[in-house]
Antibody, heavy 114, light 111 residues
Framework: QVQPQQWGAGLLKPSETLSLTCAVY????????WSWIRQPPGKGLEWIGE???????NYNPTLKSRFTISVDTSKKQFSLKANSVTAADTAVYYC????????WGQGTLVTVSS | QSVLTQPPSVSGAPGQRVTISCTGS?????????VHWYQQLPGTAPKLLMY???NRPSGVPDRFSGSKSGTSASLAITGLQAEDEADYHC???????????FGGGTKLTVL
């Protein structure tokens, strides 16, 4: 199995928009939910939300709807956006298919600082 | 504050047995949702170590075992090795939140 590749801006100022994309290779994209998870420095994992190939989404209700996940099935890619970021959004962000043996993305450190 | 509760740290000498607990509630583990465990080596992404409460993916040594009872789950590691030093995270689903939930993670130190 091939590790998903993820990319996006790593340094943001407060109030800017976070934008990350994850590309899935070497496995079926259809039929599964694909998640975004984040890990603040020195802390545990926090599930942000998930999407399937048809665009059906589920989100962590504790994150106050600032996050939006979208999908481009033709490219086997899904994306994460978050508006009005603050220092509390500083974390390593991962894309993954949770509960599966599929490897997680390599992680993207997003730092929010003025 | 994580929905699933894990001890922040555990430790053991090489060759010993350690267990890591993951305590939930009646809306997640106690409701019958399966528990998965991930191993996160320093500076790397988490990797699935145990799925469906007690199943090892191919390549995971049988020194690792998982169990679930009531509202809790446990990961046991026997014959502790230096390479086992890592962070371990449990994960399940919570019906009250309608969300995937993780424990806070446990740092295993091999003395």
């Amino acid at each position: 199995q091939v590790q998903p590749q993820q990319w996006g801006a790593g340094l943001l100022k407060p109030s800017e928009t976070l934008s990350l994309t994850c590309a899935v290779y070497g496995e079926s994209f259809i039929g599964y939910y694909w998640s975004w998870i984040r890990q603040p420095p020195g802390k545990g994992l926090e599930w942000i939300g998930e999407i399937n190939h048809s665009g059906s989404t589920n989100y962590n209700p504790t994150l106050k709807s600032r996050f939006t996940i979208s999908v481009d099935t033709s490219k086997k890619q899904f994306s994460l956006k978050a508006n009005s970021v603050t220092a509390a959004d500083t974390a390593v962000y991962y894309c993954a298919r949770v509960g599966s043996t599929s490897p997680w993305g390599q992680g993207t450190l997003v730092t929010v600082s003025s | 504050q994580s929905v699933l509760t894990q001890p922040p740290s555990v430790s053991g000498a090489p060759g010993q047995r350690v267990t890591i607990s993951c305590t939930g509630s009646s809306s997640n583990i106690g409701a019958g949702y399966t528990v998965h465990w991930y191993q996160q080596l320093p500076g790397t992404a988490p990797k699935l170590l145990m799925y469906g409460n007690s199943n090892r993916p191919s390549g995971v040594p049988d020194r690792f075992s998982g169990s679930k009872s009531g509202t809790s789950a446990s990961l046991a590691i026997t014959g502790l090795q230096a390479e086992d030093e890592a962070d371990y995270h449990c994960q399940s689903y919570d019906s009250s939140l309608s969300a995937v939930v993780f424990g806070g993670g446990t740092k295993l130190t091999v003395l």
